[in-house]
């Protein structure tokens, strides 16, 4: 019977849609486990075969955990809010509710397809009312909240009223901005309701500020750091400039220890948790305040080294920083300001990399050295960010290397403050040695003395103060966009007010245009009902506005990451009305145990998930304080793409090994375009680019080769290869067992189709070992000790590969047994029954159909996962090697447990023996029972 693939899979994929086979409860007597993959942004594209590499590894996992005896949560969902959509709603005035559904429904078509074992009964959509309701709930419950340092926990605001009521908030250690000033209780009692609301806010977990932004002129929005490639967007490629605006944000720094601490909790690479690790940036130091000269002003510096306080020669300030325009004289302003506004066109990203350029100017000001009481020349430089420590840096040139390299360009003083060390890495380090020279305050002492002897000097002046410093930055929340989270948010005199739980969601308005208004304001501007009447509870038009009832509605929304920093969650429990996630089901499930993702999520999303689930842990939400217990980034499956190339200036092709000098263009063309031979359809190319319809192409014996060249698989680079088509041309099962095949899951590895083939005979000769011809032919005889020996050897690599994640030797071990099964003609059941249960997680559909055949009525998702059994493995016989005078002539299969006389009478009775000795008697049999048999002659 032939291998029907097309047939057996769509009849497959129906009866687990009907049965809904894959469906976790919510209450079992089995173990839980729970799997998860990184939310699919539904784009317009679809899939292409480099996007399911991660899902298909994690199928596998969750399937073979199934048969292991666990109760499996493996949902699926899309991260449906977003830019792309937006966008292509600009370009074609169609609703991005409308391509959502569209682009959700393709993926939900290919995904199906695939065969994974996903519980679509829980599917959540960020962009549904329903689960967004929610995200806005948590906005709300972030912003009646405040951080406490010395608990270590967020806590409700209500309790910090209460405090600053009784005591006021000298006493107070919270997470707070910088300019929160000291009050008394009294203080606070005659405050007026406005003001105790200003002052609230710089506590809140999420506030209002004003912040340095990444701005988009062209895409009208505010962009995050990972949005911005070589300081032009990623979308679209438009310019990036950074800007001040009031923004919502988010308090993640106050949790960045914990953050930092609680990585030593969870089963993620060294690799990923150094990325966080290096985010966070913890460094302990001393923050210093230096005067400006000849002003009040003053500024604050944190050093991890205030033992090299003497090697100041110049200050570096960040080019936005505020009191850039306030210091500098009259006569250096119009420089100043074309390097700030030069330096808006860079991406903080950008800035931070690049170590080669060396741009600064000076502002014309000085400030005083705390200790020397010498006049310290202040320059702006684009190195120094606004947003990072204090946005200024004191410069040490003789222990920094990029201190170095700018006191050098500029001809800057460059005092050495350190004696015999190498003092690029030991000054720079922070290495423990006598390093301090030059200075009679800090001469031979060693550097810790030295660093604890100047903050002590410091707080006794009032001139700084020890301090743990973080690079993790509290996160800016708005975006200027309309396909996003609503904020739950209404404004009365310019302050805040949060819209109750029973009133959500705030559901996004319609709107004429997605592009921000003519003014400026973001797209909700053009919303004309976007107003709060608090008498009703409910949106009105904007012209009902009253300032007394009615109210207008924040008009920025939600970033991205809001909804995917807590989707997990609502998987446990996806239909509950009442709550995100009910209290019996996130206690069953806790968090999630396997958590399969790309690595270009290391920090973002990762570091806000972490933040929220810890912020909800606190106020009493949710049972666990982390919210991936193992993760694993898969790696990127590369496109093989193809290359034409055209003369310089003439529309003439030239093929491959044609080539003579540098003078062609290398053109993508489209890999459907081209065979494996690396024959290019010319005609199809022509109408596929009809620019070059009348192109001349110079072959090689009437065949015209590409170049070829591996590169990230994309749309632009035309080397996407399609899910669909290797679904159909070869079958599903093929599709995931090749993916696997291809190389370790957390390493890149290019894709070509080519070599799909191979897994695809495997498959029909899996096929074949349970069938005789036409006929299904499997036999309830005793299997053969060799087919018993294949079966288990196989079970017990294939296992551990499983649980190491290894699952392209995996299939590997597949292949060799199959081929042993093949060479023993088994067709055991004994054997045959358990191999398609072994096989089941990586090629669902023939496992399903072959179990089917074998007589059985369930699917063979909940078959107990076969055992290992040592017995079939060990050796019964022993292949002897035998010798006539130390040469080996032949070899002798005898039983290991047959006694030294019995093989040595075995032995001399073999016909070959015979043969060898002519005759002849032997002078000497030696035998080593196991290893050896030599005749000596």
Known sequence: MSYHFNTIEEKWQKYWAENQTFQAKNNSDKPKYYVLDMFPYPSGAGLHVGHPLGYIASDIYARFKRHKGFNVLHPQGYDSFGLPAEQYAIQTGQHPAVTTENNIARYREQL??????????????????????????????????????????SRPISELEEIFTSEGNSRVNAACDDDTEEFSADNWKAYSQDEKERILLKYRLTYLAEAEVNWCPQLGTVLANDEIVNGVSERGGYPVVRKKMTQWSMRISA????????????????????????????????????????????????TTRPDTIFG????????????????????????????????????????????????????????????????????????VLAGYGTGAVMAVPCGDQRDHDFARHFDLPIPNIFENVDVSEEAHAGKEGTVIANSDFLSGLEYKEALNKVILELEKTGQGYGKTNYRLRDAVFSRQRYWGEPFPVYY?????????????????????????????????????????????????????????????????????????SWYLFRYMDAGNPDRFVSEEAQKYWENVDLYIGGSEHATGHLLYSRFWTKFLHDRGWLTVEEPFKKL?????ILGTSAFVYRLEGENVFVSKNQIKGNNV???????????????????????????????????????????????????????????DEICKDYGADTLRMYEMFLGPLDQAKPWNTAGITGVHNFLKKLWKLYHNGEEFSVSDDKASADSLKTLHKTIKKVTEDIEDF?????????????????AQKCNSREVLEPLAVLIAPY????????????????????????EFEEKFLVESTKNYPVSFNGKMRFTMELPLDMSKDEIEKNVLEDERTKNQLDGSTPKKVIVVPGKIINIVI
Request: some cysteine; overall charge negative; proline content about 6%.
């Open 665 to 723: 263009q290398p053109i993508h063309a489209d890999v459907s375009l081209v065979n494996a031979s690396d024959e290019l359809d010319v005609e199809g190319f022509k109408k596929w680019r009809p620019e070059f319809a009348d192109a001349k192409f110079l072959t090689e014996d009437g065949k015209y080769i590409v170049g070829r060249e591996v590169e990230k698989m994309s749309k632009s680079k035309y080397n996407v290869v399609n899910p």
């Open 112 to 153: 199906d397809k695939i065969g994974f074992s996903f519980d679509w009964s829980r599917e959540v959509r960020t962009s549904e009312p329903d689960y967004y309701k929610w995200t806005q709930w948590i906005f709300i419950q972030l912003f009646e909240s405040w951080y406490d340092q010395e608990a270590e926990k």
């Open 312 to 383: 100041v020669s110049f200050m570096t300030l960040a080019p936005e920083h505020e009191l850039v325009d306030k210091i500098t004289p009259e006569d250096r302003k119009e420089e100043v300001q074309a390097y700030i506004e030069a330096t808006a066109k860079r991406s903080e990203r950008e800035r931070m990399a690049d170590v080669k350029t060396i741009s600064g100017v000076f502002t014309g000001a000085y400030a005083e050295h705390p200790f020397t009481k010498e006049p310290v020349p202040i320059w702006i430089g684009d190195y």
């Open 632 to 636: 694993i980034n898969q790696g990127m």
């Open 492 to 564: 009365v005199n310019g302050l805040p007010k949060m819209i109750d739980l029973e009133h959500l969601p705030l559901r996004l308005p319609e709107v004429e245009k997605y592009l921000p208004t003519e003014t400026g304001e973001p797209p909700l501007g053009n919303a004309t009902d976007w107003a709060w009447d608090t008498k009703n509870n409910k949106v009105v038009s904007n012209s009902e506005i009253d300032d007394e009832t009615v109210f207008p509605l924040e008009l920025n929304t939600m970033p991205g990451w809001a909804g995917s």
């Open 255 to 302: 949790f960045a220890e914990r953050l930092l601490q609680d990585l030593n909790k969870i089963d993620w690479t060294e690799s990923l948790k150094e990325s966080q690790r290096n985010w966070i940036g913890k460094s302990v130091g001393a923050q210093v305040k230096f005067q400006v000269m000849n002003s009040d002003h003053q500024f604050e510096v944190f």
């Open 806 to 822: 290894s699952f392209n030797t995996s299939v590997s071990t597949f292949m060799i047994c199959v081929n042993e099964l093949t």
């Open 843 to 866: 090629a669902p559909h023939i496992a399903e159909e072959l179990w089917e055949k074998l007589g059985n009525s369930e699917s063979v998702t909940t078959v107990k996962y076969p």
